[in-house]
């Protein structure tokens, strides 16, 4: 399972070039994962792998920064209903909705208790640390970030510092660049 995950990513995914990252740095080569979360059998491999990954988590959520993390959220979610611990998502949005409900979080984050937190590329956990911040505002504990991919570009030093563990299913280095 693992690697056709890693082989889907590596055809898909991954290319080369000039590319700007959501944080405003140029780098010459981008994870693009849209093109593995939004196939059925990318997005069963992730789902598959990540509840793997958490089986014996204490949080009953599960959440994410919109909107990398929404597919993931969204299929962890959908396939735990067949497991002993099934885990309701919710996605945190970087601006709040200007319509609607005008809300920030949608879906179901718990007052009080831990949740763990998704996304798809991590590179410095910039974005992530705002899903991190809106579920401590809720008064959750976050003491995981999963990634499907870490870039190795400083964001586990700088989740550490927030007391936040980062656990990838692969880094750059499981790809040929």
Do not use: W
Not at 13 to 29: P, R
Not at 32 to 49: C, F, N, R, Y
Not at 116 to 138: W, Y
């Amino acid at each position: 399972m693992r690697e056709r995950l890693r082989d889907l990513i590596a055809e898909r995914a991954l290319s080369t070039g000039e590319f700007t990252l959501a944080s405003g740095v140029g780098t010459g080569y981008f994870f693009d994962m849209k093109q593995v979360m939004l196939d059925p059998e990318g997005l069963t491999l992730i789902a598959e792998a990540f509840l793997e990954r958490i089986g014996g988590e204490p949080a009953d959520h599960i959440g994410g920064i919109a909107m990398g993390a929404v597919p993931i959220v969204a299929a962890v979610c959908a396939f735990s209903r067949a497991t002993p611990r099934p885990r309701r998502a919710f996605f945190v949005r970087k601006e709040t909705k200007d319509h609607g409900t005008e809300r920030r979080v949608e879906g179901y984050l718990p007052g009080g208790g831990e949740v763990l937190l998704f996304e798809d590329v991590t590179t410095t956990g910039g974005s992530a640390m705002i899903a991190v911040e809106a579920a401590r505002a809720a008064g959750c504990r976050v003491e995981t970030l999963y990634t499907v991919v870490d870039r190795l570009e400083g964001a586990e030093a700088n989740l550490a510092r927030e007391g936040i563990r980062l656990a990838p299913l692969f880094t750059r280095d499981d790809f040929t660049l």
